[in-house]
């Protein structure tokens, strides 16, 4: 047990074995701050000893203010050193054993941090490095000196052989190139290898020295003798005391221990051992994936190189071909200026589409010629994408706003220049020019909006645009405005279905390319536009799908493989011929298409997602989508284009036989053609308005204008003065003064009615009788024989258009008023021919009157006695007891003829009176309204007595001599009558002189509004035999154009 006297208290062991002292153990208790002789210092802590007493006996602790019994027992130090010594083992088996756990899960957490290669193994599996070197050496032998013999694009070859020759020796160059980069790539992975593995040894070997080295500064495992302490010795020597025995079970038991140590430590090399070669395997894993990964990514970048240099040498190619074709063009141009050049087969077939446009059948043939048609959600590119393959920014943007509103049906045609132009106008803009350019979106912007009706957010009208250049691919796209998933404040609620209605419109046609536009930079759980493309084409036979925003969805996705998923067309629950991912800008407005080219090609370049072999090279960039979508486009349309024009044939067969039937002797004329006729026969009209006599014209300007001035007359002049008159005028005409008050008051009223009112009314009867007399000669129109009443609406909305704004001017009335009061001043009637025709007139006048006024009075009063017993009508109580009424007051005019318009209180109580005695009860209000027509009716009778009387008074009047006529009544309505002639008169000259011809004109300008209306000739041209005559000449238009672009598509006489 040399081991036991070891350590810090070796000495004091062995000084306290070779002292004397009683044969007894001394075991203290524990005891506050006592000194201790093991360690010569104070403290409250224990040591135990366990040494027999005798000749060794001693003290271990010694406390001269001993407080405390001490137990003394024999041999017990044995127990207790083998306690100790047994627990420091147990703790370095424990140690042992954890440290192996924690070894074995820092490896576990070492292993899963490695990145998961299981997606190499999908796309190269089990690769051999030296299969895969030695078979790109023997690639390089087979092919090199026979370039010549592989396919290559057909663009290369037009190019000539020079250049096919320099592409073949640059091809060579370049593969060994890449055969020598990838042979020194591999021997510096060999050399990086066993130099990792020459680090890793020389780790393990100082791992283990200091394992070694920590192993061997344990203490030793305890021994059944210890030489240099005598007392063990002895105890050795003697079986009969039952301390040996003990010291033997302790010495088994260590050995026991030992024996397990031992086993423990040989688990914990064996898996030392196996988590230095799970370790190993895994570095050695771990560098061959590396080494695989660094050969793909080098490959990779080899591959993008290479396919963009060779695309660069196409597009060089392709510009020297451009402005070759461009410099012939312009030759042709000036050799062959008096020859019209014939059409490209895209402006051809851009023709018939735009016919198509508009066609709307009801023979079931539908439009079914193939298109582009660019869909997507708001927002998501589309239209970028379709600037990008137009190669100009040709439509206008906004931040997050809607900004197609309508279908733009673009046509790319390839030109010397690159331009612009609308189907509707001669303008070109220069697409070159970025003044011009901002005038082209302006004005796409205003037809967009013009196109939008009232209330409504997106329209159906096409709006028709072709741009031409040097390289763009010839097809036809349609973009439509984008979907949405939520309609917002400004917009009509039904936006959200009408956008989504148009689009199923243009989709559902089984001939439609569909570019389906998808947002990268957003979740693919938000678009709409996916299932929409799903429903019209499940099979994806005609889809072309595009992700646009790569460079915004690299930066946002951080799982890589989704985007390949994708591409592969794995995500979304669509189909299609291609995928495509292309980027469209910076979202930079100001950015130019070449700068969004150049950033596209960049991007590319150095994306990781991409030069990682996630998508195949020919799926990215604007280019290839170009190209790819042209081709799709042109298949399709030889696929189906004879088909249509079969089934355009057959409709206008249909078409002609319905004509036949329905209209035999009508000619076909749409309603461009109708509307021109009914211009024609309008026109004729405002001829014949002309033609019509100016005494036609007076008499109905007279007649219409007495008419309307006929009450003021009566009422408020006549009528006023004449009562003026025989309630205390001077009835006598003298002389010398022919002013009397009867004439005073005319003179006063009839002032002031030409000043104010009369000018006024003039010019508003002589509109109302222009309108008159226009209006009776389109009625005489419509009587005749070759009368067609299907312009009848449409006349009548331009006449009454014109007749509305038309305004009569204004010097007129001035003009008027001048000629009235002159006329009205003038109080001498020259001849007995007019003083007669005043008379009639004056009679005719009142004969109306009288027969107005008995009419009136009849009706108050109840039938009278020949019309009571031969109809056998009776009155009410009422009308009886105004019939009363009207006696008595007859009875009182009778008594004084001479009677003013009203009547006095007494007058008034005394018919009261009587006509109570009759037993009839009346008030005076009843009174007075009977009184107003029965005095009404007496001065009508006495005025039509004064006319018999004036027909024999002309000559006393003329003579001026004094007689007991009054015919200033007569004198009034000459004037009156005069008044009415020289106005009619002044007002026909004004019409057939000014008016007329300002209407012809007015009307011009209307019919020129509505020709240029389709809706208003819509609207006003109707019918069947409108339609039908439409249909049919739009079914040969289409039929004609088809029949033209297959002959020119089949002979191949057209670029």
Not at 437 to 466: C, F, N, P, W, Y
Not at 695 to 700: K, R
Not at 1029 to 1036: D, G, H, P, S, Y
């Amino acid at each position: 047990m040399s081991w036991f006297a070891r350590g810090k208290f070796g000495p004091r062991i062995q000084q306290i074995i070779s002292s004397n002292g009683t044969n007894k153990r001394i075991l203290p208790l524990q005891y506050n701050f006592q000194y201790c002789r093991l360690c010569g210092e104070n403290h409250s802590t224990r040591h135990y000893s366990g040494l027999p007493h005798g000749r060794h006996q001693a003290k271990l602790l010694i406390n001269p203010k001993l407080t405390t019994a001490i137990q003394i027992r024999q041999l017990g130090w044995v127990p207790v050193v083998l306690r100790s010594v047994l627990k420091i083992r147990y703790l370095l088996l424990g140690g042992a054993v954890g440290g192996g756990a924690s070894l074995a899960k820092q490896y576990e957490e070492w292993k899963k941090g490695l990145p998961d290669t299981d997606w190499l193994k999908e796309m190269i599996p089990e690769v051999d490095i030296d299969k895969f070197r030695q078979g790109l050496i023997g690639f390089k032998d087979t092919v090199k000196g026979k370039v010549g013999e592989l396919e290559m694009d057909p663009k290369l070859k037009e190019a000539g052989w020079e250049k096919y020759a320099e592409f073949k020796v640059w091809f060579d160059k370049r593969l060994d190139a890449a055969i020598k980069k990838v042979e020194e790539e591999e021997a510096e992975e060999d050399a990086k290898k066993v130099e990792l593995n020459k680090e890793t040894f020389t780790t393990l070997n100082s791992l283990t020295a200091e394992y070694n080295r920590l192993k061997n500064s344990l203490p030793e495992r305890p021994k059944l003798s210890i030489p240099e302490v005598p007392v063990v010795t002895a105890f050795s020597l003697t079986n009969t005391n039952p301390d040996t025995k003990l010291l033997d079970e302790k010495t088994k038991e260590i050995e026991e221990s030992a024996a397990l140590i031992q086993e423990k430590e040989k688990q914990l090399l064996e898996k030392d051992e196996k988590i230095a070669q799970e370790k190993k395997k895994a570095e050695q894993e771990r560098e061959k994936n590396t080494v695989l990964a660094r050969k793909l990514e080098s490959a990779q970048e080899e591959l993008m190189r290479t396919q963009i240099k060779y695309q660069k040498e196409i597009e060089k190619l392709e510009k020297e071909n451009k402005e070759l074709r461009k410099q012939l063009l312009l030759r042709g141009k000036q050799v062959t200026i008096s020859k019209q050049i014939k059409k490209s087969l895209i402006d051809m077939y851009s023709e018939v589409l735009d016919e198509l446009s508009g066609y709307d059948s009801s023979y079931n043939t539908a439009d079914h010629l193939p298109r582009v048609v660019v869909v997507g959600d708001q927002s998501s590119g589309k239209t970028s994408v379709l600037e990008m393959v137009a190669q100009a920014r040709i439509f206008p943007r906004g931040a997050g706003e809607m900004m197609t509103r309508a279908p733009v049906k673009v046509t790319l045609s390839e030109g010397p220049y690159h331009i612009a132009s609308f189907k509707d106008s001669n303008r070109e803009f220069d697409l070159s020019n970025e003044a011009e350019l901002a005038e082209l979106r302006r004005e796409v912007e205003i037809r967009m909006m013009k196109s939008v009706q009232s209330g409504s957010t997106v329209s159906s009208d096409v709006i028709s645009m072709t741009v031409k250049g040097p390289g763009l691919q010839r097809m036809v796209l349609v973009d439509l405005p984008g979907i949405i998933s939520t309609v917002t404040a400004g917009m009509n609620p039904e936006t959200k279905d009408s956008i989504k209605a148009l689009a199923t419109q243009y989709m559902s046609n089984p001939n439609a390319i569909i570019l389906c536009i998808q947002d990268g930079s957003v979740d693919a759980e938000r678009s709409n536009v996916t299932d929409l493309v799903s429903t019209m084409d499940p099979a994806g036979k005609r889809t072309i799908f595009v992700l646009t925003k790569v460079d915004m969805a690299e930066q946002n996705l951080a799982n890589p493989d989704r985007i390949r998923k994708i591409l592969s067309g794995k995500l979304f629950p669509m189909k299609a011929l291609g995928y495509f991912a292309v980027v469209t800008g910076r979202g930079n407005k100001e950015d130019s298409i070449q700068d969004i080219k150049d950033y596209e090609e960049e991007f590319f370049q150095k994306s990781k997602i991409f030069k990682g072999g996630i998508v195949n090279s020919s799926q990215i960039t604007t280019r290839n989508l170009s190209f790819a979508v042209s081709e799709c486009f042109w298949k399709m349309v030889r696929d189906t284009v004879e088909q249509q024009a079969d089934a355009f044939k057959a409709t206008r067969f249909n078409l002609e036989t319905e004509w036949k039937n329905n209209f035999p002797r009508i000619r076909e004329l749409d309603r461009d053609e109708l509307f021109e006729k009914a211009r024609g026969e309008i026109l004729d009209e405002i001829v014949n308005l002309s033609l019509v006599s100016p005494q036609t014209w007076e008499d109905s300007l007279g007649k219409k204008l007495w008419e309307r001035v006929s009450q003021h007359v009566f009422e408020n002049i006549y009528l006023p003065a004449a009562q003026t008159q025989s309630s205390g005028g001077t009835r006598q005409i003298s002389p010398h003064n022919r002013s009397g008050t009867f004439n005073t008051t005319i003179d006063i009223k009839l002032k002031q009615w030409a000043e104010n009112q009369l000018p006024i009314k003039s010019v508003e009867i002589g509109w109302e009788t222009l309108q008159e007399e226009f209006h009776k000669l389109m009625e005489k129109a419509k009587k005749g024989k070759e009368h067609d009443d299907i312009f009848d609406m449409l006349k009548g909305a331009v006449v009454d258009t014109a007749m509305n704004g038309h305004m009569w001017e204004d010097k007129a009335s001035e003009m008027l008023r001048v000629i009235q009061l002159n006329t009205l001043e003038d109080r001498s009637v020259p001849d007995k021919q007019q003083w007669d025709g005043a008379i009639r007139f004056l009679e005719e006048s009142l004969y109306e009157k009288v027969r107005a006024n008995d009419e009136n009075l009849r009706q108050v009063v109840g039938p009278g006695w020949y019309e009571r017993w031969t109809s056998w009508k009776s009155g009410t109580p009422e009308q009886k007891a105004r019939n009363a009424t009207k006696g008595e007051l007859e009875k009182l005019l009778t008594a004084e003829s001479d009677h003013g318009p009203h009547l006095s209180y007494e007058e008034i109580t005394t018919v009261r009176r009587n006509l109570a005695t009759q037993g009839v009860e009346v008030d005076n209000e009843a009174i007075r309204e009977t009184w107003y027509l029965v005095n009404r009716r007496h001065f009508l009778q006495r005025a039509l007595q004064r006319c018999h009387d004036c027909k024999r008074g002309f000559w006393m009047y003329h003579q001026g001599l004094e007689n007991e006529l009054d015919c200033g009544d007569t004198v009034l309505f000459w004037r009156i009558q005069q008044m009415l002639r020289v106005t009619a008169n002044a007002l026909r000259q004004q019409v057939m002189n000014r008016e007329a011809r300002r209407l012809e004109k007015e009307i011009k300008e209307v019919l020129e509004e509505m020709s240029q209306d389709k809706e208003s000739k819509t609207k006003l041209l109707t019918g069947r035999r409108v339609l039908l005559a439409e249909e049919l000449k739009r079914v040969r238009q289409i039929q004609e154009k088809l029949e033209e672009f297959i002959k020119a598509l089949n002979t191949g006489g057209h670029d």
